[in-house]
């Protein structure tokens, strides 16, 4: 074993490490590392800091702000036991107006029959309309604009006439 330096104190004397766990509890510590050559030591009390997860856990959604003056993009949800679902035949992008500058194709209130455009879905570049399929009242839109969707995801809910 090689032999301790005679220069001062060392940082792993038996003697040290106990003066060194009096002042974690006299300053209110939880760890102390200390590194003298090749040689470490880390004293730590209580149980390790658990770090904070990258992503949110399944499930959680974040609060809503406070005050918000912008209209939300999306109508509250209506509980219908009879409604039924537009919904998207295809993987694409939603989008609720044919043009960027023109109207919606269809609004909440609006009735449609099944021939009627609702929207259209973009898919490989492709813009696809969407006929509702259904005859009814529009009570909801459960998609924002330009958000994606998969085959079979609910589109609108409708109150069928």
Same mark, same amino acid.
């Given at each position: 074993?090689?032999? @301790?330096?005679?220069?001062?104190?060392?940082?792993?004397?038996?003697?040290?490490?106990?003066?060194?766990? @009096?002042?974690?509890? @006299?300053?209110?510590?939880?760890?102390?590392?200390?590194?003298?050559?090749?040689?470490?030591?880390?004293?730590?009390?209580?149980?390790?800091?658990?770090?904070?997860?990258?992503?949110?856990?399944?499930?959680?959604?974040?609060?809503?702000?406070?005050?918000?003056?912008?209209?939300?993009?999306?109508?509250?949800?209506?509980?219908?036991?009879?409604?039924?679902?537009?919904?998207?035949?295809?993987?694409?992008?939603?989008?609720?107006?044919?043009?960027?500058?023109?109207?919606?194709?269809?609004?909440?209130?609006?009735?449609?029959?099944?021939?009627?455009?609702?929207?259209?879905?973009?898919?490989?570049?492709?813009?696809?309309?969407?006929?509702?399929?259904?005859?009814?009242?529009?009570?909801?839109?459960?998609?924002? @604009?330009?958000?994606?969707?998969?085959?079979?995801?609910?589109?609108?809910?409708?109150?069928?006439?």
């Amino acid at each position: 074993m090689a032999k @301790e330096s005679d220069s001062g104190p060392q940082v792993f004397d038996v003697d040290r490490v106990r003066q060194l766990i @009096e002042l974690m509890n @006299e300053h209110q510590l939880n760890e102390i590392d200390l590194r003298q050559m090749d040689r470490r030591i880390r004293l730590r009390r209580g149980a390790p800091a658990i770090p904070a997860p990258l992503h949110p856990p399944a499930g959680y959604h974040p609060p809503a702000p406070a005050h918000s003056t912008a209209a939300p993009a999306v109508a509250p949800a209506v509980e219908i036991s009879n409604a039924i679902f537009i919904k998207s035949p295809m993987v694409g992008t939603f989008y609720s107006k044919p043009k960027p500058t023109a109207a919606p194709y269809i609004k909440i209130g609006d009735v449609v029959q099944p021939d009627t455009i609702v929207c259209l879905v973009e898919a490989m570049k492709t813009f696809n309309e969407l006929p509702a399929g259904v005859s009814g009242k529009v009570v909801e839109m459960l998609v924002k @604009e330009e958000e994606p969707v998969d085959v079979n995801k609910p589109l609108f809910k409708v109150i069928p006439q």
